[in-house]
């Protein structure tokens, strides 16, 4: 295997946006260029122990930083190297690596994610609105459990309030209290896509593979799925 080149950065700043998702940033070393929805690979060192964990570019290519959001496990390595990182910190990275980006114009686009899988969706679809100005319809499905998991959702509506062919929806598979909102899994949901077009999924290999099941069974051919899976 070709040895991959690695990329030093700071880290930028880092937040919790629930009890268990983080939005970290990571200054974008300079001739470091990529593709929105490709992903890359921190190199996390720990002792004599060195591993590489993927995550998704939430941010897009024309973005002066990384962006990241991504699931903190208990006694995960990345989640415990993200947990214990401090802004100014630096980061060892390999990549872009990946296939999951948008080539195709003039079709509607659909996205669905669940957790920490909008982060490469979230990229594709401000580079779609914002770099290249697709005026095609954009709708995004957003499934989390509870309402308090739902994050990003202030950025959602800047983005639908901003461009009329944007529009999202945000679905709770275990909904509480007050929430008057949608409920269910995403795929309950795929009815409110369009019926043709490109269709970009995200999330755990369950999700991916109920809602490609879903769209084949609502004759989307398969060459107009496309998936990543965490
Ligand atoms: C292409 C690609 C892109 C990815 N992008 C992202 C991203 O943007 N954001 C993000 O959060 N993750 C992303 N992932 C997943 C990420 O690479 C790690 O696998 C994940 O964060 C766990 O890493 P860790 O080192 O903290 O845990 P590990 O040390 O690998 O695992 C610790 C324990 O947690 C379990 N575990 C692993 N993942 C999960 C999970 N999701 N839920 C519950 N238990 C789990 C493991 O089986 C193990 O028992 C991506 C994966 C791929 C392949």
New binding site residues.
């Given amino acids: 295997m070709i040895a991959q080149k690695e990329w030093k950065s700071p880290c930028l700043s880092k937040k919790m946006l629930t009890k268990d998702m983080l939005e970290l940033h990571i200054i974008r070393p300079e001739s470091f260029t990529y593709a929105a929805g490709q992903?890359i690979q921190f190199v996390i060192k720990n002792g004599d122990e060195t591993v590489l964990?993927?995550?998704?570019l939430a941010s897009h290519p024309a973005q002066p930083d990384l962006e990241?959001?991504?699931?903190l496990?208990p006694?995960?390595?990345?989640?415990t190297f993200f947990s214990n990182l401090s802004p100014e910190d630096e980061v060892v990275f390999q990549g872009p690596n990946?296939r999951f980006i948008c080539t195709t114009e003039n079709q509607p686009l659909s996205f669905i994610a669940t957790g920490?899988g909008i982060?490469p969706i979230w990229g594709i679809i401000t580079d779609e609105l914002m770099n290249k100005k697709n005026p095609q319809p954009i709708h995004f499905i957003f499934g989390v459990r509870s309402e308090a998991d739902i994050f990003w959702s202030e950025r959602l509506n800047a983005l639908a309030n901003a461009h009329p062919n944007f529009s999202f929806t945000i679905t709770l598979s275990q909904p509480e209290g007050s929430w008057s909102g949608k409920t269910g899994r995403v795929t309950t949901h795929v009815h409110l896509l369009p019926k043709h077009g490109n269709f970009y999924l995200c999330g755990?290999p369950d999700m991916v593979k109920d809602a490609r099941a879903t769209l084949l069974e609502k004759n989307i051919s398969p060459t107009n799925i496309h998936f990543?899976i965490?």
């Fill in positions: 992903f964990r993927a995550f998704s990241f959001s991504t699931k496990i006694g995960g390595r990345a989640s990946g920490a982060a755990n990543e965490f």
